[in-house]
């Protein structure tokens, strides 16, 4: 993996010349989705395969190029190609590894990085899901132009990126901006994938809202759309059809989803006094339902000298190019190869 | 005020052959005190004035100035500055302004590092104390070399200092960096000075001390030697000695304090996963009594990715030195006048 200059719009300027693409490459626990996007953040070419197919991390990277070189000749030949970025779970940015990701079929410390520079001869770099989503919105999104947010995605879990001084955070360890596992219930807060209890991921992420959901059809007899559905297999789409409908129950579990969210956010501000916060993921999608509560319980607990300073913003990628783009404009920060 | 360099050793030693000191000026509400310093972080030369004393900001800024100007001049004139770097409450790096600060005498906006600029001709930069204390770590004592970390100043208030890739972070509007004042008891939290309950700041400061020791004796009848000060007198100093003394219920305080302070600083460090959390004043004299609870405390409540890798380190610079020593650290990075 090679380094990587500070963020920085310019480049992709000046890149553009002779190098009109980078390349985006979302590792996820089914399937692994690879484009080669332009400077507007138009993806030209595209496609998938599954990730859990190939038990080792070679035959899995052999796999992608075979799919991902003919779409890069097809576009010009890798001389087009200024960078590869990768988005995957547990990914570290200094190493360009993903090491002991729980929902990935590779164990250990895979250099995956290293893996598809050496197949391509494309300067390669690679990020958690979570930063390359914040990345992503920086360079083609809701965040172009900001020096300072902190992106939110809200999907089985609750991730984050964080960018301060128009740089990505990544920590002395390359782990910085786990901000789902934070604690926002110290007492009885809910048991969390981590092991410990009360992480905002418990509570805001789709199947934390869908945890909710089960708990307030449980706490109270108040008719709901919802109890039309099995406990179990209620999800956070379910609870936004129903709130949708004017189910009063399904729009209560978004104002205590949001209530939480925006207690925790009002705390993120303190850190770093961001000019946005962009939230990114399903739940984003509930608009007013989630994002009144969270920006009025931000207002009610941020510390006064950041009142009203703050955006509370969606993210402006769509969902299905999200991850690919997040991942690509990783690729723009790339120097060349020697 | 002028743009200042991005925080970078090699701009000391460059500096050093022509112009090889700074001076920092500490603003606290009773006094205000100001010394030349060298490239080592000796204090060569120092004096003070009190602060209250002078209604007009104007009369303020000529005070300090007519009582500095001597020592810049015994000291090879204003020539052998580099910068001036103050330290104030509820200073605005941006703007050099400190705004609002209820504990000085100036109302408003007051343009500070203009009105220094301005009468000494030597370039002048201005953040708040905890700021500069995390400035002055990282030029001269605990923090050295260190891109990542967090200083933690437990005084009257918690303040923060926050270093991410070798930058002070100062948010969008100069104001990031309030740990202090995030939520650490979310239900009956203490009442702040803010307004808001639950802050950090209530628990872990010296009063927050104080007032543990006041509840502590409340809640039980056991016997201590704090009992022998009257409640409202008792300081954490008072505290402190007691627990030296092996005062059980004084122990049990900092236990408390410690272990709240451990489990905020673990979300902390899944924000920016520091090299290291460095802790500056009264309360981190206290040694083991403070030490190893705040340890225990990470170590239970840390997300697993982040365990063990975080330092928890003292302040290495003097208590009576560091406050001139951080706000003078700024003036390093400043640029010459035009």
């Not at 410390?109 to 390669?124: Q, T, Y």
């Not at 207002?299 to 690509?328: P, Q, W």
């Amino acid at each position: 993996m090679l380094l990587i200059n500070p963020l920085n719009k310019r480049n992709i300027m000046n890149s553009n010349m002779e190098k009109p693409y980078v390349v985006g490459i979302d590792i996820g626990g089914t399937n692994t989705v690879f484009g080669i996007v332009d400077a507007r953040g138009t993806i030209i070419a595209s496609g998938s395969i599954k990730t859990g197919a190939y038990e080792q991390a070679d035959d899995y990277v052999n796999e992608v190029c075979k799919n991902l070189l003919p779409l890069i000749i097809a576009n010009g030949g890798a001389d087009k190609i200024k960078g590869i970025g990768i988005g995957a779970p547990n990914g570290n940015y200094y190493s360009g590894t993903i090491e002991f990701a729980p929902n990935l079929p590779w164990k250990g410390v895979i250099p995956l990085a290293a893996m598809f520079e050496e197949r391509l001869g494309i300067p390669c770099a690679l990020t958690n899901d979570a930063n390359a989503a914040g990345i992503g919105e920086m360079t083609y999104g809701a965040a172009r132009g900001m020096k300072d947010f902190i992106m939110i995605t809200l999907g089985t879990g609750v991730g984050s990126g964080i960018v301060i001084n128009g740089q990505m955070v990544y920590g002395h360890d390359g782990f910085a901006g786990e901000l789902g596992h934070t604690i926002i219930r110290r007492e009885n807060g809910r048991l969390c994938g981590c092991g410990r209890h009360g992480c905002l991921e418990t509570y805001c992420s789709a199947t934390g809202v869908a945890r909710s959901a089960r708990e307030f059809l449980t706490a109270s007899t108040e008719p709901s759309l919802l109890r039309s559905i099995p406990a179990e297999n209620i999800t956070s789409k379910d609870v936004y059809d129903a709130a949708v409908q004017g189910d009063k129950l399904a729009q209560d579990i978004f104002e205590f989803t949001g209530t939480i969210l925006g207690e925790a956010l009002a705390d993120f501000i303190a850190f770093s006094s961001p000019e946005a916060i962009v939230l990114f993921g399903g739940l984003a999608k509930a608009g007013d339902y989630i994002f009144k509560p969270i920006q009025k319980a931000i207002d009610n607990n941020v510390l006064s000298i950041y009142k009203g300073k703050t955006k509370l913003l969606a993210s402006e990628l769509k969902d299905s190019d999200a991850a690919v783009l997040g991942a690509s404009a990783l690729g723009w920060e790339l120097r060349d190869m020697k």
